[in-house]
């Protein structure tokens, strides 16, 4: 049942609103297309979720961290932007240290 036709219907009850009801566009709000980088990122995010719960954010840094120590860039960068889709702050922190780790070994 469309709205216009639930108006219709009820034409009194809607009539003392102080809003008017209208159509409405029923198109889903979540159907962008994704890169496929960052989709990738929220599915191996979402994956520590399903298997760390709440903890998943300290699961991912440590993942960071074991790659910043073994000096494997590429793998610290995707353990960052993943360890940023949980918690931005802890992201920014991460590649502080990373960082001056860098600066201090050159």
Known sequence: MTIRF???RNRRRFRNL???PTT???SAAN???FD???SSTLKTALRYFARHG???PDAV???AVEAMMDRDEPSFRKWLEICRTFDRRMAA???RKAARKSSSQS
């Open 6 to 8: 639930a108006m219709a």
């Open 18 to 20: 102080p809003w008017r």
């Open 24 to 26: 409405a566009n029923l």
């Open 31 to 33: 159907d962008n297309d």
């Open 36 to 38: 496929t980088e960052y």
């Open 54 to 56: 709440l903890s998943a």
């Open 61 to 63: 840094q440590r993942e």
């Open 93 to 95: 922190s991460l590649s």
